[in-house]
């Protein structure tokens, strides 16, 4: 896997619209009512090139939603141009960007490498794939899931966690409504690119500002988010 493609993409110009996330590339534009979110899904679907791409778009009554990929890896130069059409029919439409509401959650299965099985969880949530370590929601309504290998010097865990990928203007405000609604720091090391938080009965969540939040070609995303060896299951 490269970065090249999604560190691009946070580099080029007019995509401002456009929030980097663990998913890849998604914008959110709020509309009036759910017939303006129908009239521009349809011109948003005539965009050049963006049929069959590999593009979600979701329509609410009050907003659209547009993903360019279902993974950070896949996001390539030609989605650069495609962010940049999509976003001009929008204007045209009069719809409004709203990056505070981009955002995609992820649960991460960890477990040492030979323990670690894609395929099953695949099948049992009846997922696709969209890279080698995860599987997708083929509706677009569930949260990706993440194969995380451990380190197999570590005791042996198998266990799961959160990640939240947001805007990288939003993250902090979402740190502090987490905060104020009874959670706590566990390790602030990589903030801030991303915080682990618990709540009160211990069970671990990631903010991440990541990938949307980096810059630099050599900026990575951060550390495992798992929880220490004091959770075990």
Same mark, same amino acid.
Request: proline fraction near 4%; hydrophobic fraction near 45%; charged fraction near 20%.
């Given at each position: ?36 979110? !129908?009239? %521009? #899904?349809? &011109? =948003?679907?005539? /965009?050049?090139?963006?049929? *069959? @791409? ?5 329509? +609410? ?18 989605? !650069?141009? %495609? #962010?940049? &059409? =999509?976003?001009? /029919?929008?204007?045209?439409? *009069? @719809? ?5 509401? +981009? ?131």
């Amino acid at each position: 896997m490269s970065e090249q493609g999604w560190q691009e993409f946070l580099a080029a110009e007019d995509v401002a619209d456009w929030v980097v996330l663990h998913g890849g590339a998604m914008a959110v534009f709020r509309v009036s009512s759910l017939v303006e979110a !129908v009239r %521009l #899904a349809e &011109a =948003v679907a005539h /965009v050049s090139g963006l049929d *069959g @791409a590999g593009a979600l778009v979701t329509i +609410a009554d009050d907003q659209l939603t547009v993903r360019l990929t279902r993974d950070v890896w896949q996001l390539k130069q030609r989605h !650069v141009h %495609l #962010a940049r &059409a =999509v976003s001009a /029919v929008a204007r045209v439409h *009069g @719809a409004v960007v709203d990056r505070a509401r +981009a955002q995609e959650v992820q649960l991460a299965i960890a477990g040492q490498p030979d323990t670690v099985d894609v395929g099953f969880w695949r099948a049992v949530l009846g997922y696709a794939g969209a890279s080698d370590d995860n599987a997708v929601d083929p509706l677009g309504h569930g949260s990706t899931v993440w194969m995380q290998d451990l380190d197999p010097a570590k005791p042996l865990r198998h266990v799961m966690h959160v990640d939240v990928s947001v805007a990288r203007e939003q993250v902090e405000e979402r740190l502090a409504a987490a905060l104020a609604a009874g959670g706590r720091i566990v390790d602030d090391s990589n903030a801030p690119a991303g915080w682990i938080l618990a709540d009160r009965a211990g069970n671990r969540v990631c903010i991440c500002a990541w990938p949307d939040g980096a810059s630099g070609p050599a900026a990575t995303g951060p550390e495992s988010s798992g929880p220490d060896e004091d959770r075990q299951t």
